[in-house]
Each structure stands twice: as C-alpha cells, then as structure tokens.
C-alpha cells in the first residue's frame, strides 16, 4: 500500500524523463537540490547527483521534489543504475 501510494505520488509530479529511462519504462524526477531520482518499473529507486552520476542514498530517506512534494527513498539501485549510464556511455 505504501509503495503505491509512492509511486502514484511520484507518477503525479514527474517532473523530468532522461533520454535512457525511456528505453527502460524507468521515469525520473527533478528534486529541489538539482539531483533526480530514477523510479524503474519495478518500484525501486536509484538517485543521480547533480552532475548525472549514479549516487547512494539510504533507503527511507526523504526527499524533496522541485514541486515541493516530499518523497521516500525506496530501495537504492545504485549499482543497476550505474550499469545501465556505463551501457549509454562506454568509455572507450
């Protein structure tokens, strides 16, 4: 219950969509610090730093939107979205 409550929170205020998270049905919102945060269809979440990086964040920990809205983080997918920005940008 809690987790779709989330995600119809955050489905209400997406705010932003990257290019990759179209090809993945994963969506992406704008928080209030310049980060985002990557909701994948599965309902686990990953956070991206300011300058488009893969970033830890503990899970449960809140967040809020550009809209102001407050969100809780749920689950941290780091090292998935990690793999999927490495399979957008090999270096080469």
């Known amino acids: 219950m809690k987790t779709a409550l989330l995600l119809s929170l955050l489905a209400a205020n997406l705010a932003a969509t990257a290019a990759f998270a179209d090809n993945l049905n994963a969506h992406t919102v704008d928080l209030k610090d310049g980060a985002s945060v990557v909701i994948f269809d599965d309902g686990k979440m990953a956070m991206l730093d300011q300058y488009g990086r893969s970033a830890r ?24 979205l990690a793999q999927l920005l490495h399979q957008q940008h090999p270096h080469k």
């Open 57 to 80: 964040m503990d899970d449960g920990a809140m967040m809020t939107t550009k809209s102001g809205e407050q969100v809780a983080m749920n689950g941290n997918e780091t090292a998935r």
